[in-house]
């Protein structure tokens, strides 16, 4: 797949992925939301899990309770009770409403409420109502509005609220404040949030926790509003995290963790007074019947008083979960990245393991992020954003794929070797599986920066540009008694002595390599004027033993040679690269050299695959400039291999400067990173980690 194509597919699936983490449809957020969701439970796995301050204390009107007293409600008179026991709390917020009068019973509650100085009652903001307040009650309630923000702007985006229903007068009168026990669940009907405000009338109101948290600690929070809700809040002087304008994403204790006291047991005195002192105390049901639970992701039935709670110590403790948008991006970033990395390599199996390796990562580092930092770092967009991106590279890959293997074997399907078509047509059995041990040279060349070249042109004019290239370059061979083993894409293998008998293969090789490279340079005038390109090869040459002959299946087989000395050649050929070479042969073909070629030593390298060094030549055009060139790098190099690496350092540099020597470069650079990390034991042998 071209670079273009790459290109713009990552920038599609990267603004696909991008919009959907931000725009959050639902059906995808619902799943996004409970893929999520395991992160408490691998919290809790980690033994990750922050507890709740001890502060806070929940007393519940639970299944022990209602067997007990009879079921809810109770009469006031037996709640007179309970306020009176828990007198000695710092708050006391009850998650109940008294809406209803009940009599003398009324006047009982109120006293308690009164002596006991630190209730906080609850009220329900409704979007429909039967029955008002009375403008009394609205006066009572105005006494609890929210006055400690900052307006930016004329508008407050909070929702506002058409009605409430708020607890009877001779309670409200006497209660600490009020705040509202309102919850909003998201697109699943799961409760994973905490409304922090509401507009009702044009003023703000607070929920329960924060009424008790702004009681308990004597201090009040601060707020800045916009048209976009909560731009700021602060809380002790701290800037606290805010979800989606409005919310407190609530940081799930595990409910066992949480202090809880059956009210029976406050009521008949059996839990001391004096426990309560210094506490924040949430009344509410958790029996089941009462039907006031909550489904969220640690619990399905957990009681809706326990967010109250948890609310409140996420606030005292600074339990908040993070997040970060722009840490979001980045993910998404990079998960769309790696496969359009990836891509561009050729081993399908090198990528799956990429693939599986990136998404456990990814894996790994959210749910780590949260359980030990309480950050959210999004896993779901983030596999999706790489899973889309997975699936759309390996889709196009597989289209180009298919699409340039038919190019390719329309363009090169012509080509055969004359000489293997000369052994065939005499000796048709020779076409059976087999082969034999004979010494052979073996040249490979290759284009350089094919793959950018292939990018840039359209597949008609690349495969026009290889037929021309390709003709004229396998003549050479063919006119020099080789045979064309076979094209590998962009490269040509060509053997030497086989299947033909050649006393002097090495110099043919050798002659072809030359001739090749220069045969290029004439080319390369109408490359550029035809297709805008100018072409570069290397060429590796090696000599020895090699297996020759038909290699294959019965169905199908090929004549080639295999063996160390093939893998060699090819190796010489990549090394071009490192060395800013054209044309490398091994110490083995010079020894099989008849004619006086000019080769310049290069290096002593142990090439990947192997393990003994090989000692590897430049082949050099026969020039008076190219005589003298090896005459001093040759003395350069000997200076290298005994160690003498700062004045090897200086000669190369002077070679580098007054030959336009690239070579001799590579070798300065070298010299410099063994002058700045010398080897323990020096053998003037490079190891060659790339192919």
């Known amino acids: 797949m071209g670079a273009a194509y790459r290109f713009a597919a990552?920038?599609?699936?990267?603004?696909?992925?991008?919009?959907?983490?931000?725009?959050?449809?639902?059906?995808?957020?619902?799943?996004?939301?409970?893929?999520?969701?395991?992160?408490?439970?691998?919290?809790?796995?980690?033994?990750?899990?922050?507890?709740?301050?001890?502060?806070v204390v929940v007393v519940a009107i639970d299944e022990k309770s209602v067997?007990?007293?009879?079921?809810?409600?109770?009469?006031?008179?037996?709640?007179?009770?309970?306020?009176?026991?828990?007198?000695?709390?710092?708050?006391?917020?009850?998650?109940?409403?008294?809406?209803?009068?009940?009599?003398?019973?009324?006047?009982?509650?109120?006293?308690?409420?009164?002596?006991?100085?630190?209730?906080?009652?609850?009220?329900?903001?409704?979007?429909?109502?039967?029955?008002?307040?009375?403008?009394?009650?609205?006066?009572?309630?105005?006494?609890s509005e929210f006055f400690r923000y900052e307006l930016f702007g004329n508008k407050i985006g909070l929702l506002e609220v058409p009605h409430v229903e708020v607890s009877i007068k001779p309670l409200t009168s006497v209660a600490l404040g009020v705040g509202f026990l309102n919850a909003e669940p998201d697109h699943d009907a799961m409760y994973r949030k905490y409304v922090l405000a509401y507009l009702f009338r044009g003023g703000v109101y607070l929920p329960l926790a924060l009424q008790a948290l702004r009681h308990y600690e004597g201090r009040d929070i601060f707020m800045k509003l916009s048209s976009k809700g909560i731009e700021e809040l602060r809380y002790r002087d701290v800037k606290i995290p805010v979800y989606e304008g409005r919310f407190h994403r609530i940081n799930f204790y595990r409910p066992e963790d949480l202090k809880v006291i059956p009210a029976v047991d406050v009521i008949e005195g059996e839990v001391d007074p004096s426990f309560f002192k210094g506490k924040a105390v949430f009344v509410g049901a958790t029996e089941i019947g009462i039907y006031d639970v909550r489904p969220t992701p640690?619990?399905?039935?957990?009681?809706?008083?326990?967010?109250?709670?948890?609310?409140?110590?996420?606030?005292?403790?600074?339990?908040f979960i993070y997040s970060n948008r722009l840490a979001d991006v980045l993910t998404l970033l990079l998960c769309t990245l790696v496969p359009a990395l990836s891509i561009s390599l050729r081993d399908i199996k090198r990528r799956v393991i990429i693939y599986g390796f990136s998404l456990i990562l990814l894996a790994v580092v959210s749910y780590g992020l949260f359980s030990f930092l309480s950050f959210?770092?999004?896993?779901?967009?983030?596999?999706?954003?790489?899973?889309?991106?997975?699936?759309?590279?390996?889709?196009?890959?597989?289209?180009?794929?298919?699409?340039?293997?038919?190019?390719?074997?329309?363009?090169?399907?012509?080509?055969?070797?004359?000489?293997?078509?000369?052994?065939?047509t005499r000796n048709p059995e020779a076409l059976k599986l087999g082969g034999e041990k004979r010494t052979v040279t073996v040249l490979f060349s290759?284009?350089?920066?094919?793959?950018?070249?292939?990018?840039?042109?359209?597949?008609?004019k690349l495969v026009a540009l290889l037929n021309e290239f390709l003709t004229p370059m396998t003549d050479t061979i063919l006119k020099n008694g080789g045979m064309l083993d076979?094209?590998?894409?962009?490269?040509?293998?060509?053997?030497?002595?086989?299947?033909?008998?050649?006393?002097?293969?090495?110099?043919?090789?050798?002659?072809?390599?030359?001739?090749?490279?220069?045969?290029?340079?004439?080319?390369?005038?109408?490359?550029?004027?035809?297709?805008?390109?100018?072409?570069?090869?290397?060429?590796?040459?090696?000599?020895?033993?090699?297996?020759?002959?038909?290699?294959?299946?019965?169905?199908r087989f090929d004549y080639t040679a295999i063996g160390d000395t093939v893998n060699l050649a090819s190796r010489l050929e990549g090394l071009n690269k490192l060395y800013k070479t054209e044309i490398l042969l091994s110490e083995f073909t010079k020894e099989h050299l008849r004619e006086g070629f000019l080769l310049r030593r290069i290096d002593r390298v142990v090439v990947k695959g192997r393990k003994g060094a090989v000692l590897v030549y430049e082949l050099l055009e026969d020039t008076e400039r190219n005589r003298r060139l090896a005459k001093v790098f040759e003395q350069a190099l000997d200076i290298y291999f005994k160690g003498d690496f700062e004045e090897a350092k200086l000669l190369f540099e002077e070679i580098s400067l007054e030959f336009g020597d690239e070579t001799s470069l590579v070798f300065a650079n070298r010299c410099k990173e063994l002058i700045k990390n010398p080897p323990a034991r020096w053998e003037g042998v490079y190891v060659a980690r790339e192919k």
């Open 10 to 55: 990552f920038c599609l699936l990267f603004l696909v992925s991008t919009s959907l983490f931000i725009f959050k449809p639902s059906l995808i957020d619902r799943l996004a939301l409970r893929l999520e969701d395991t992160k408490f439970a691998v919290r809790d796995l980690l033994r990750a899990t922050p507890v709740p301050v001890k502060e």
């Open 67 to 143: 067997n007990i007293l009879g079921r809810w409600p109770w009469s006031r008179e037996v709640l007179a009770k309970l306020i009176d026991n828990l007198s000695q709390a710092k708050v006391v917020a009850l998650d109940i409403v008294f809406s209803e009068p009940q009599g003398e019973e009324d006047k009982i509650l109120a006293e308690a409420i009164a002596r006991a100085g630190n209730v906080i009652l609850g009220l329900f903001f409704r979007p429909e109502a039967t029955q008002e307040p009375t403008e009394e009650d609205l006066a009572l309630l105005q006494e």
């Open 298 to 319: 640690i619990d399905p039935v957990l009681p809706g008083v326990f967010l109250h709670a948890m609310t409140f110590s996420n606030f005292r403790a600074f339990h």
């Open 376 to 424: 959210d770092l999004s896993l779901f967009y983030g596999s999706l954003a790489f899973l889309l991106s997975v699936v759309t590279y390996e889709g196009l890959n597989s289209f180009v794929a298919e699409r340039n293997i038919k190019e390719l074997r329309r363009a090169f399907s012509s080509y055969v070797s004359p000489q293997l078509l000369e052994i065939i």
């Open 446 to 460: 290759d284009i350089r920066g094919f793959t950018g070249i292939s990018e840039g042109l359209p597949p008609e």
């Open 486 to 555: 076979k094209y590998i894409g962009d490269a040509i293998m060509a053997l030497f002595n086989a299947p033909v008998d050649l006393e002097d293969h090495a110099d043919r090789a050798c002659r072809s390599a030359l001739e090749m490279v220069s045969l290029l340079k004439e080319l390369n005038g109408k490359f550029k004027k035809e297709y805008g390109v100018e072409l570069k090869i290397g060429v590796g040459i090696n000599t020895g033993e090699a297996v020759v002959g038909n290699m294959g299946s019965r169905q």
